[in-house]
């Protein structure tokens, strides 16, 4: 299945989601959120879902849409490129929030740009995953090897780049789960 690589991905980002989500119901309860939780949720939402995944999806699956006749400059993959633009600008402003809560303690900026985040990427990923996915599958199911190879070479270049390894991400969400939730 040509998709197989990219909803592991999302699995993994809705971990994350889930782990945001959660952060956001402490800070809003008052609680203090540590930099070990902020700085890998920086590296998570900056490198693994903006560099790993994006790149995966715009370098090797949104090229395979387009060779089947699926149009990049309109309709599903610009609508997703454009949500990867926003999701990346989001992202920048998480660091900034949260650099302005480890300085100052006010976490109304971080708490705002948390939501917006969970909120557009959850939102994003039920596009993808119901829609675009769908449609991948009728058009590339004749491929779907090929790509799936292309997919993880683009995954293991954007990690070697990163310097990390997918099981480096995978610890990050369990790790950050297991933070948010030890938070008291």
């Known amino acids: 299945m040509s998709t197989q690589s990219l909803r592991k991905d999302h699995k993994l980002i809705e971990k994350v989601l889930q782990a945001l989500d959660a952060t956001i119901k402490l800070l809003k309860d008052g609680k203090q959120i540590p930099e070990?939780?902020?700085?890998p949720t920086i590296d998570f939402t900056q490198n693994f879902t903006d560099v790993c995944h994006h790149g995966k999806e715009e370098e090797a699956f949104f090229p395979a849409l387009e060779k089947t006749g699926m149009p990049t400059h309109m309709g599903p993959i610009r609508m997703m490129i454009v949500d990867h633009e926003r999701t990346k600008a989001i992202a920048e402003k998480i660091e900034e929030a949260s650099k302005k809560y480890?300085?100052?303690?006010?976490?109304a900026d971080l708490i705002l740009s948390l939501e917006v985040y969970v909120h557009h990427v959850t939102e994003h990923l039920w596009k993808e995953n119901n829609r675009l996915f769908i449609m991948a599958e009728a058009r590339l199911n004749h491929a779907a090897t090929d790509i799936d190879n292309n997919l993880e070479e683009v995954e293991e270049k954007k990690l070697k780049e990163l310097g990390k390894t997918r099981s480096d991400y995978e610890t990050l969400a369990d790790d950050l789960e297991k933070s948010v939730s030890e938070i008291k």
Do not use: K
Request: hydrophobic share 40%; charged share 20%.
């Open 36 to 39: 070990q939780i902020l700085l």
């Open 102 to 107: 480890l300085e100052t303690n006010d976490s």
